[in-house]
């Protein structure tokens, strides 16, 4: 049995190849003409953080497998206190205040939160008698991924609390009703529906099409009350939608939104980033400018080229065949982490490592997304590949664990037969 | 159940990941549009000047070179931010509101993502701004070639560079300039502007958002070096030059000397000059409403814009005229009691014995002597009436280059006064005006005007017995075969050249025993003619035209000085100087002329009231 508990070499390869060539792109975007080599600078700091990965990881797999499960809820709770820690003593940095000053460094507890979140899921879920049927076993879910999004709120970094998101696929996975998911995407629906026509339209629409929905079921008096009422919730949620957006959301979101849906052109303003970053990707062409020849990298006309707009110096030097082959790792991790879960035989192991998958996913739609003009600028780093080192310790050491507990699977086998 | 959820997630995320990658399919390789504006921001074009052509004088001295200056230009002001504006302001020596005035003003005038912020910045301060420039984004310098210039002297012939306008910009048929280059605005420097500017190069780079240069674009395949423009050697000996110019000293007026042979202008001065430094790209703005408020007109080139009567200038002129025209024959002599009598009219002559000969009416400036050759030439039987006789002189004077332009290669070119027939119509009647109407025109005044250039051009054609070539300012251009053509085409004079021997040997005699012997040069000998004209507005221009040696000329001289009296007391000492100094420059005979000259460069002619509103600093003395 010792051959099968070995560290899954796939997974570790891809891992490898992501974060070589987030290296890269990072010393790419902020060396100046080759000031400096890759090992100083942020390039070299980017390094160094692997290598302090790699140094916990090796801790990690020292330690004995059960060791995260028993510890489950103290992972959670000490990295629940840390983020009202930040809100307390943080440093603001950009508007946020969700930093906290250790010496010269500078971590970013929001980026770990997500490793402790995923513990107190998988633990919830797994332990024994908890049902989606449940009410109050519900409320514990959604106040267990609350909980830190909220703190995160009060931060100010909406974006990185968006995140927690990602753990509604953990739950749809393990048995939540789909209802909640189709809810969520009709939601999102009618909001895109109400701010690109109208309040108004969307309602007359929704009128529309309840007519002609009775002209072919009139028959059918059971039909009549629920169209209805769905009708009515639809309407209703399209006003409130409205009433959001012209007085909840801020200035800044409002326009962040408009401008992913193409209803304002605002190229100086909020949409600055995002048309500076389309135009970095898009003049890469299909084989790119070449290593450390874009020339919008090097203008510095994209802000956060490093952290959250790093894929644009992929695009832009790189070219598609680049930012393809970024992508497919990616999604290669992602699907190879699913295979993980998939294959735990403890139910704790499975939703810890699906979580990780889902929460990589999230990133990757969002962050690649904004940068190509497909979702709105939400702050939060490409895993792996974005510079930043509270973003690369947190998801090396969410990554080493999830290999740790894969690694250790046959064990568990092991236990559950003896 | 659950394996089922999974599928569903694994499909959301593969479809995510090819709608991304199609995504990037359609940006980057299918729609080009986003290379094309990423090259518009980040790639700059940037003109390279070439080094302007240097301007030598005929013995190869330099006399114009070549001398940075720096703009201070900001690019992309609207992006400006983040500059520590105290310590800016400190280096540049400008306080907070003035930076904040040209930051507006930048802004404004921001062109093709550019604008100057402050120009003609001094070079200590370039240096200074230069070495810090990397803690202020934005800023840059442009460097562009001003002229500077060895000597203060021969101000109007180089002219000067100044931003082109926008009317020549509009009217320019290759593109080839741009807004706020320079060209050359008077003098050679406009003249031979298009051998002189070479050809601009032209640099690619990437900028950041700053501006500010991030490397060359495809390792400067695209670059262009400029090709530096031809040098100019100019047929003015700037020795002589200089040296009329301090004869000159104080004095309103001009000098032209030619070499006969080529045409080649030796000296061309018009005085009060200003110091041609004074006019440069950088100074200029400081001395130009100095100059223009000068009484003494320092811009004016007297030399070849301000037309004079010639007065006794013009006397062997009339007399090659009547001896080919045949009024009058190389022994004819005319009687004079002192003056000349025309109805009840007296026209007054000088002391000198009573009968005189040709020679001897050039020497003693008989005015007796050509009325008496007009009346003469006017009444010839050959002619039908006075307009046809009045039309057979003007066509000798023009064929002298008289009443039109002679196209010399010097800004402000006037074609001087020659009536048209149809003037005398005007002021007399058709057909009711004679010689009698005109008679002062045989000496040398009236509705005649020549610019001290066309006198000399004159002395030259004399001296020449019969043609002139275009007299022009420029004696090669390095590089090119030859200076323009119509430099070099022949001019003929319509008198043969056997009359010119009476006449020239009267010239002669005007420095041995007449009217200029009294500033002879020992060892030269030099035929001249003074003439003294007579000025409405105050005292007697000085005039005297010669040309030196007589038997081979390597010189043709005229010299005006205004305002001062007698010909031969101002005009004459100053062209004989000037021919000595050019023939002679090692004569032992300038000792002995030490007096004449000192006495020149020391007595100020300017009126009284007209010196006090004169600025020295303009003249750079
Ligand atoms: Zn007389």
């Known amino acids: 049995m010792e051959s099968k508990s070995r560290i899954d070499i796939i997974s570790l390869f891809l891992f490898i190849c992501i974060a070589a060539i987030g290296v890269a792109s990072v010393y790419s975007a902020t060396s100046e003409q080759g000031a400096y080599t890759l090992l100083e600078g942020r390039s070299g700091k980017q390094l160094m953080w692997f290598g302090v990965s790699a140094f916990l990881g090796i801790v990690i797999f020292l330690l004995n497998a059960n060791f995260f499960e028993v510890f489950s809820w103290y992972f959670y709770v000490a990295l629940m206190l840390l983020l009202v ?68 709120i009060l931060q100010g970094d909406t974006g990185s609390a968006l995140v927690f998101s990602s753990f509604v696929l953990v739950f749809y996975r393990e048995g939540l009703t789909p209802l909640i998911l189709i809810l969520g995407l009709v939601v999102v629906f009618i909001f895109v529906v109400t701010l690109v026509y109208g309040g108004v339209y969307f309602s007359i629409g929704v009128l529309v099409i309840l007519l002609v929905f009775y002209a ?203 | 159940m659950n394996n089922h959820r999974a599928g569903y997630i694994y499909l959301a995320l593969l479809l995510i990941g090819v709608i991304y990658i199609l995504r990037l399919l359609q940006i980057q390789v299918l729609d080009d549009k986003y290379a094309v504006i990423a090259e518009k921001i980040s790639l700059r074009r940037q003109t390279v000047y070439p080094q302007r052509g240097l301007i030598f004088d005929r013995e190869k001295n330099l006399v114009v070179y070549n001398e940075p200056v720096y703009d201070l230009m900001l690019s992309l002001p609207i992006r400006l931010k983040g500059i520590d504006t105290g310590s800016f302001c400190e280096i540049l020596e400008i306080d907070r509101r003035e930076f904040d005035k040209r930051l507006a003003k ?34 840059f310098f442009e460097i562009r070639q001003d002229r500077n210039y060895k000597y203060n002297s021969a101000a109007h012939v180089l002219g000067y560079l100044g931003e082109i306008n926008r009317n020549q910009l509009k009217k320019q048929e290759e593109g080839y300039y741009e807004q706020g280059d320079y060209n050359g605005k008077k003098g050679v420097e406009r003249f031979y502007e298009d051998y002189l500017r070479g050809v601009k190069g032209e640099k690619y780079f990437y900028v950041d958002k700053f501006g500010v240069n991030k490397g060359s674009y495809k390792e400067g395949k695209l670059d262009v070096e400029p090709i530096d423009g031809n040098n100019l050697f100019l047929s003015i000996d700037i020795d002589l030059q200089q040296y009329g110019e301090l004869l000159l000293n104080n004095k309103m007026g001009s000098v032209v000397a030619i070499e006969p042979q080529t045409g080649e202008v030796l000296a061309l001065i018009s005085s009060p000059f200003y110091n041609p430094a004074n006019f440069n790209i950088q100074n200029r703005g400081k001395f130009y409403s100095k100059a223009i408020n000068d009484p003494t007109k320092p811009i004016f080139n007297r ?153 000399a051009n004159v002395a030259s054609s004399i001296a020449n017995r019969g043609y002139y070539f275009p007299p022009h300012v420029v004696k090669q251009i390095e590089g090119i075969e030859s200076i323009p053509q119509k430099y070099l085409i022949k001019k003929h004079i319509k008198v043969s050249p056997s009359n010119f021997s009476p006449v020239i040997e009267g010239m002669f005699e005007v420095t041995k025993t007449g009217t200029g012997s009294g500033v002879a040069i020992k060892g030269i000998d030099i035929a001249g003619k003074t003439g003294t004209v007579q000025n409405p507005h105050g005292k007697n221009h000085s005039a005297y035209m010669a040309f030196a040696p007589v038997n081979d000329p390597k010189i043709a001289i005229a010299v005006v000085v205004e305002e001062s009296g007698y010909g031969a007391t101002w005009a004459a000492p100053i062209a004989h100087l000037m021919i000595e100094h050019y023939l002679q420059p090692d004569s032992v005979e300038v000792s002995s002329r030490e007096y004449l000259e000192t006495k020149m460069k020391n007595s100020n002619l300017i009126p009284v009231k007209y010196r006090e509103l004169q600025d020295a600093s303009l003249y750079g003395k």
């Open chain 1, 85 to 152: 820690v930040v809100l307390v003593i943080g440093a603001d940095i950009n508007g946020a205040r969700s930093w906290i000053r250790v010496g010269s460094f500078s971590i970013q507890p929001s980026e770990f939160a997500k490793y402790g979140t995923a513990f107190a899921v998988a633990s919830l879920l797994s332990s024994i008698g908890v049902s989606f049927e449940k009410r109050n076993d519900l409320l514990k879910m959604l106040g267990v991924i609350l909980l830190p999004a909220i703190l995160i």
């Open chain 1, 216 to 418: 072919f079921t009139y028959t059918n008096k059971n039909l009549l009350v629920p169209s209805i009422t769905i009708a009515v919730l639809a309407i209703l949620l399209s006003m409130s939608v409205q009433f959001l957006f012209t007085n909840i959301l801020q200035e800044h979101q409002k326009k962040r939104i408009q401008v992913t849906l193409n209803l304002i052109e605002d190229n100086r303003g909020a949409g600055y980033n995002v048309n500076q970053s389309k135009i970095a990707i898009g003049s890469g062409g299909a084989t790119g400018k070449g290593f450390l020849n874009g020339s919008h990298t090097k203008g510095n006309f994209i802000p956060e080229q490093e952290t959250d707009f790093i894929f644009c110096t992929i695009g832009e030097e790189g070219g598609w065949v680049m930012s393809s082959l970024t992508i497919a790792l990616l999604v290669a991790f992602i699907l190879r982490l699913y295979h993980l879960a998939s294959r735990a035989k403890k139910k704790f192991k499975r939703i810890f490592i699906f979580s990780l998958a889902s929460i990589i996913f999230f990133h990757l739609m969002v962050n690649v997304g904004m940068t190509i003009g497909l979702m709105p600028v939400i702050g939060i780093p490409l895993p792996l590949v974005s510079y930043g080192g509270s973003s690369i310790l947190a998801f090396s050491i969410f990554i080493f664990t999830a290999l740790k507990m894969d690694a250790t699977r046959d064990e568990d086998l092991i236990s559950i037969y003896s």
């Open chain 2, 303 to 455: 030399a070849v814009s301000a037309p004079y009567p010639p007065g006794s200038t013009f006397k062997p002129v009339m007399a090659l005229i009547g001896l080919e025209d045949g009024a009058i024959s190389e022994n004819t002599h005319f009687g004079c009691p002192g003056y000349y009598k025309l109805g009840r009219r007296i026209i007054k002559c000088h002391e000198h014995t009573y009968s005189t000969s040709l020679q001897r009416s050039i020497a003693s400036s008989c005015n007796t002597y050509y009325c008496n050759t007009f009346k003469s030439m006017m009444q010839l039987d050959k002619y039908a009436n006075t307009e046809e006789a009045y039309n057979s002189w003007r066509n000798y004077l023009q064929s002298f280059g008289l009443g039109a332009k002679l196209g010399v290669d010097v800004s402000g070119e006037f074609k001087g006064w020659l009536m048209d027939p149809s003037f005398y119509d005007k002021m007399h009647g058709k057909d009711r005006w004679s010689y009698a109407n005109i008679i002062s025109l045989s000496f040398g005044q009236g509705e005649l005007g020549l610019t001290p250039l066309q006198m």
């Open chain 2, 106 to 139: 930048a802004k404004k005038r921001s062109y093709r993502g550019k604008s100057v912020f402050k120009k003609n910045v001094s070079n200590i301060l370039y240096a200074r701004v230069q070495e810090r420039l990397y803690e202020f984004k934005g800023f």
